[in-house]
């Protein structure tokens, strides 16, 4: 039975559920999720949580990711990327100083109105699915944070594609950034390439590829132990658990651990990843299992 975490470098042209369409089938497993939406045109770190570890996709999805982005300018398109159609081209007369002062205004916090070629649902419908009717509602806009947002082109733009590298909060739509920073330089533009570098705490360095994974003779052999992306977080804290505990503990109950606060990763003392625990009061239980039912 797999249990784990499938770091995988998605290709171009993959939906995110395409993948993990196909690594149930892989891994005969039906409970398979991921930590984070890439669009077909996106490639780069997609977690994949297989067996018991989707009960980690809650915590995945919450933290912040790294990508490096092309931002073409001069054009518009109805996606506010390439693949989509134009809209509106414009001759571009940008310098590297007016791009790089656009950039530091999309630092930090700010609200960003999703795009309609998007999977955000108003009144039930997804909105790309009323943008392909040609159909265009009121969205909201949403809080989002930029962390880095930085310039990787040392020649000014020149009316050719630039390279960002944006690390941003989850819910950051980078194809909307690359077209508002558009609008503001006056120019418009929409993003050329997107590729993720860098998720739940994993980088390029950690993934595997399709074919990698389809040509191993043993795939469970790629998995990593989903206490590695606790050991990445913030459940920096271990502690284990003698047997006797660890029996009430699989039970839902609580056991005394002197001198032990806060939130720990639990262990047996054979070593097994139990779950995630929080004490107070001198007083563990777990508040996320991760052992096998």
């Given at each position: 039975?797999?249990?784990?975490?499938?770091?995988?470098?998605?290709?171009?042209?993959?939906?995110?559920?395409?993948?993990?369409?196909?690594?149930?089938?892989?891994?005969?497993?039906?409970?398979?999720?991921?930590?984070?939406?890439?669009?077909?045109?996106?490639?780069?770190?997609?977690?994949?949580?297989?067996?018991?570890?989707?009960?980690?996709?809650?915590?995945?999805?919450?933290?912040?990711?790294?990508?490096?982005?092309?931002?073409?300018?001069?054009?518009?398109?109805?996606?506010?990327?390439?693949?989509?159609?134009?809209?509106?081209?414009?001759?571009?007369?940008?310098?590297?100083?007016?791009?790089?002062?656009?950039?530091?205004?999309?630092?930090?916090?700010?609200?960003?109105?999703?795009?309609?070629?998007?999977?955000?649902?108003?009144?039930?419908?997804?909105?790309?699915?009323?943008?392909?009717?040609?159909?265009?509602?009121?969205?909201?806009?949403?809080?989002?944070?930029?962390?880095?947002?930085?310039?990787?082109?040392?020649?000014?733009?020149?009316?050719?594609?630039?390279?960002?590298?944006?690390v941003c909060s989850k819910g950051t739509y980078v194809r909307t950034l690359c077209h508002?920073i558009g609008q503001v330089l006056g120019c418009g533009a929409c993003m050329s390439a997107?590729?993720?570098?860098?998720?739940?705490?994993?980088?390029?360095?950690?993934?595997?590829?399709?074919?990698?994974?389809?040509?191993?003779?043993?795939?469970?052999?790629?998995?990593?132990?989903?206490?590695?992306?606790?050991?990445?977080?913030?459940?920096?804290?271990?502690?284990?658990?003698?047997?006797?505990?660890?029996?009430?503990?699989?039970?839902?109950?609580?056991?005394?651990?002197?001198?032990?606060?806060?939130?720990?990763?639990?262990?047996?003392?054979?070593?097994?990843?139990?779950?995630?625990?929080?004490?107070?009061?001198?007083?563990?239980?777990?508040?996320?299992?991760?052992?096998?039912?």
């Open positions: 039975m797999a249990n784990g975490i499938l770091v995988v470098d998605k290709p171009e042209g993959w939906t995110s559920m395409d993948v993990c369409a196909k690594l149930r089938g892989v891994f005969h497993e039906k409970r398979v999720g991921h930590g984070g939406t890439l669009d077909p045109m996106a490639t780069g770190v997609l977690p994949v949580f297989i067996g018991r570890a989707t009960r980690a996709v809650e915590f995945a999805a919450e933290s912040r990711k790294e990508y490096i982005a092309g931002l073409r300018l001069g054009a518009v398109t109805n996606t506010q990327d390439t693949t989509g159609e134009v809209l509106e081209e414009h001759p571009v007369s940008v310098t590297r100083e007016q791009l790089l002062d656009a950039l530091e205004r999309f630092t930090g916090p700010l609200e960003q109105i999703p795009p309609m070629y998007s999977a955000v649902k108003i009144k039930g419908k997804k909105l790309y699915e009323l943008a392909r009717k040609g159909q265009e509602v009121e969205r909201r806009p949403r809080p989002v944070h930029i962390y880095a947002l930085e310039l990787l082109n040392e020649t000014p733009p020149a009316g050719s594609s630039c390279l960002l590298r944006v508002d997107l590729r993720r570098t860098q998720a739940a705490g994993f980088t390029l360095s950690d993934a595997v590829t399709l074919d990698q994974i389809l040509m191993a003779e043993a795939p469970s052999s790629l998995l990593l132990p989903v206490d590695r992306f606790f050991a990445r977080g913030g459940w920096k804290g271990a502690v284990t658990v003698r047997p006797a505990a660890e029996k009430v503990l699989r039970n839902g109950g609580a056991v005394s651990t002197p001198g032990v606060e806060g939130e720990w990763r639990v262990y047996s003392e054979s070593g097994e990843f139990l779950g995630l625990g929080a004490s107070q009061g001198a007083r563990l239980r777990l508040i996320k299992s991760f052992y096998e039912v």
